[in-house]
T-cell receptor, first 113, second 113 residues
Framework: KAGVTQTPRYLIKTRGQQVTLSCSPISGHRSVSWYQQTPGQGLQFLFEYFSETQRNKGNFPGRFSGRQFSNSRSEMNVSTLELGDSALYLC????????????FGPGTRLTVL | LAKTTQPISMDSYEGQEVNITCSHNNIATNDYITWYQQFPSQGPRFIIQGYKTKVTNEVASLFIPADRKSSTLSLPRVSLSDTAVYYCLVGRVGGSTLGRLYFGRGTQLTVWP
């Protein structure tokens, strides 16, 4: 099976802009989680979508949002970008039966100038 | 959720066996143990997972004592390419994590020639 894919891999934006990141999960996986990774805070959970519904949410401001489509692909949107949003954004997919093993994509490196 | 404690860093030389121990004193009955490997600017890669005793795959072995309050990831004959951060996580079975994994700071393993 193909792994989790994320596009784009690299992105440069300026403050105040918005950005949309995309994630395609492993075939058959219906759960998609998003994480933000920075040197200072490590890996932090943003939110999780399952069957097109947000099922869990981390402690991030409302500027961070997401959605999931019927084919389980997911997008994450960040509006009104701030310098502190510069990070590696990771998407992970998971089977929803049995053990919760998440498989991660390569990430999108977002730089906000 | 069971908190995990692991060394911040470890050093080894090529060809040696490396053992990274993780402490999880408050592990619950239905928690399992998972290890991930992460290279800079890449997503975490699933290495191995287990519940008790010993689990082995083509990459590593995982040793879990009877009380399950700790676990040891064993990497046989490491090479320079094993230099990475290794994360130990505990999680529940059966979809109860709702897609959220808690990553600590991990262990930075550096392999020297």
């Amino acid at each position: 099976k193909a792994g989790v894919t994320q596009t784009p891999r690299y992105l440069i934006k300026t403050r105040g802009q918005q950005v949309t990141l995309s994630c395609s999960p492993i075939s058959g996986h219906r759960s998609v989680s998003w994480y933000q990774q920075t040197p200072g805070q490590g890996l932090q959970f943003l939110f999780e979508y399952f069957s097109e519904t947000q099922r869990n949410k981390g402690n991030f401001p409302g500027r961070f949002s997401g959605r999931q489509f019927s084919n389980s692909r997911s997008e994450m949107n960040v509006s009104t970008l701030e310098l502190g949003d510069s990070a590696l954004y990771l998407c992970a997919s998971m089977e929803t039966s049995g053990i919760d093993t998440q498989y991660f994509g390569p990430g999108t490196r977002l730089t906000v100038l | 959720l069971a908190k995990t404690t692991q060394p911040i860093s470890m050093d080894s030389y090529e060809g040696q066996e490396v053992n990274i121990t993780c402490s999880h004193n408050n592990i619950a009955t239905n928690d399992y143990i998972t290890w991930y490997q992460q290279f800079p600017s890449q997503g975490p890669r699933f290495i191995i997972q287990g519940y008790k005793t010993k689990v082995t795959n083509e990459v590593a072995s995982l040793f879990i004592p009877a009380d399950r309050k700790s676990s040891t990831l064993s990497l046989p004959r490491v090479s320079l390419s094993d230099t990475a951060v290794y994360y130990c996580l505990v999680g529940r079975v059966g979809g109860s994590t709702l897609g959220r994994l808690y990553f600590g700071r991990g262990t930075q393993l550096t392999v020297w020639p």
